[in-house]
């Protein structure tokens, strides 16, 4: 296994200036999510070109590639990345910018497709160096519901051959370079959509007796819907909720028939989650009808909590300390946010690790979502040495258990 892992760090640092083209033209042709037609594309043809057998068109543009090492019919581990953009305007001057207007590499997609790429050349390569097998999960439309992974799920990526666990990483603009963040458990909140559609009779602002106003309706219904967390919730399950848009045709003298409201609400626990969806409903039906409006809820059921495997994540986190060092592998906190990942957690043992990507330029240390994200690319030797060396660690954890059983 020491011979192995000290194959895999060679490679990954002889394939590093290939991993740095690959994420920089991902991130000059970025697509939105369902339309990565051209990005799947893009990952066939390496795969192509390294003789690794997959399938194009799953589930819209997903790529699945299986790289069978001896004693293929042994354990089975999928590697996962999602690779569509956001519908965001680049402000960068960089020689890799965006080349499609409006649309950009604000979250790292481009980064962990790339990672895998790289991992799928190195893996291939070591093929008859371990036991098993390691499928490749190149999965469109993390950022827009229902997300790409349920849609992957069902075409049945995680059977023939099935797989027994599953790793994927993110990007972290707010960890150093070269660094990796583990969690065990609950890792990521679930994250649903809420839209609330208010509805009155419209009419003059100066006479508002002979209307209902709308926007004051919509702001009973915000301030009410607080104490869904502060005082409907158990303080001991981490929750969310947050408008972050109101819509009307409204103006200075016009009271409008129709307000939108739009937020999130996100928890950590399936059970609240329901009950939650419930209580938000009769709050906002009960608010506006107070003030003479009425109120429709519509929620629409987003992913779940990112759950990480406690045997999984150890595994990684031991392994990548024998990687990259102790000093550089460190456990983190819960996220609020959310990543369709967590449906693969509720099939098969899961672990999604972040990848800290801050350097020296300070656009590195911008936010995700925001304009002028960009990683320090040395992340990508870390991420690549990360991936590849947890994919074996984990096979032969798996293989080993086969054995014993």
């Known amino acids: 296994m ?3 892992l000290k194959q895999i760090k060679t490679l990954a640092t002889a394939t590093y200036p290939e991993t740095v083209e690959f994420r920089r033209h991902l991130h000059q042709y970025p697509e939105l999510s369902f339309h990565e037609k051209e990005t799947s594309a893009f990952v066939a043809k390496q795969l192509n070109a390294w003789g690794i057998p997959h399938q194009q ?3 819209g543009y997903g790529v699945v590639g299986l790289i069978e090492g001896r004693n293929a019919p042994a354990g089975c581990v999928g590697l996962r990345a999602d690779m569509d953009a956001l519908p965001i305007t680049e402000r960068s001057d960089k020689s890799y910018r965006s080349c499609n207007p409006g649309v950009m590499h604000a979250c790292g997609h481009d980064a962990h497709t790339a990672i895998l790429l790289s991992t799928a050349h190195i893996l291939q390569q070591l093929r008859h160096e371990f036991e098993g097998t390691v499928k490749l999960i190149f999965q469109p439309a993390e950022e827009k519901l229902p997300g790409g992974a349920i849609g992957m799920i069902n075409a049945g990526i995680l ?17 150093a370079a070269g660094s990796l963040g583990f969690r065990s458990g609950a890792f990521m ?20 007796h002979l209307s209902n106003d709308t926007i004051l309706a919509a702001g009973h219904v915000i301030v009410a819907l607080q104490q869904l967390v502060s005082r409907m ?10 408008f972050g848009n109101i819509t009307t045709e409204g103006a200075h003298n016009i009271l409008p028939s129709e307000v939108v409201i739009s937020g999130t609400f996100r928890t950590f626990d399936e059970n609240w989650r329901l009950q939650a969806h419930e209580k938000i409903k009769n709050i906002a039906i009960h608010t ?20 990480n495997d406690n045997t999984l994540t150890r595994l990684a986190m031991d392994i990548s300390t024998e990687m990259i060092g102790k000093q550089n592998v460190q456990e983190i906190e819960a996220r609020m946010t959310a990543e369709d990942f967590g449906w693969y957690g509720q099939h098969v043992p899961a672990c999604f690790f972040r990848l800290g990507t801050a350097g020296i330029a300070p656009e590195t240390a911008s936010g995700l979502h925001s304009p002028t994200f960009d990683i320090d690319e040395n992340s990508l030797l870390t991420g ?22």
């Open 2 to 4: 020491k011979t192995l």
């Open 57 to 59: 068109n799953v589930s």
């Open 159 to 175: 059977q023939h051959p099935t797989v027994d666990a599953i790793v994927g990483l993110h990007v972290l603009p707010s960890m």
């Open 189 to 208: 909140a679930s994250s649903d959509e809420i839209t609330i559609r208010i509805t009155g009779k419209g009419g003059h602002a100066a006479m508002p």
């Open 233 to 242: 919730n158990s303080p001991l399950i981490p929750s969310v909720l947050s």
């Open 288 to 307: 506006a009808a107070a003030s003479g409006t009425t109120a429709e809820v519509t929620i629409g059921h987003g992913y779940p909590v990112v759950r």
């Open 384 to 405: 690549v040495t990360a991936m590849s060396s947890i994919a074996v660690h984990i096979l032969n954890s798996i293989n080993l258990g086969k054995n014993e059983g």
